[in-house]
Nanobody, 125 residues
């Protein structure tokens, strides 16, 4: 089970940090992916983190603005997105997989073993 933090409202240019707390499985045995879905758009993979070793991979569209972290003492992963703009308004999900996933595999919702319930991030002045 993945439990995410609550909805956030931010002004343009601000940053936001969303948490994802894991339970019911071994946190360090699964990659945590971050995926978002903007209104009327498809799911967009943002990247992943390996909680055991701290290694990260960021999607090219986000790599200058996003940071993934993981706290193994609390089994919690975080995504922080800076330089927010209106186009970042979306539902942000964390999801867990035992494997890192290829580019094609990331596109399939069924490839992810666990999903968070989603966190609404709204960017508006």
């Amino acid at each position: 089970q993945l439990m995410q933090s609550g909805a956030e409202l931010r002004n343009p240019g601000a940053s936001v940090k969303v948490s994802c707390k894991a339970s019911g499985y071994t946190f360090t045995s699964y990659y945590i992916h971050w995926v978002r879905q903007a209104p009327g758009r498809e799911l967009e993979w943002m990247g992943r983190i390996d909680p055991e070793h701290g290694g990260t991979k960021y999607a090219r569209n986000f790599q200058d603005r996003v940071t993934f972290t993981a706290d193994t003492s609390t089994n919690t992963a975080y995504v922080e997105l800076g330089g927010l703009r209106s186009g970042d308004t979306a539902l942000y999900y964390c999801a867990a997989t035992p494997d890192p996933l290829t580019i094609d595999q990331r596109k399939s919702v069924a490839r992810y073993d666990y999903w968070g319930h989603g966190t609404q991030v709204t960017v508006s002045s």
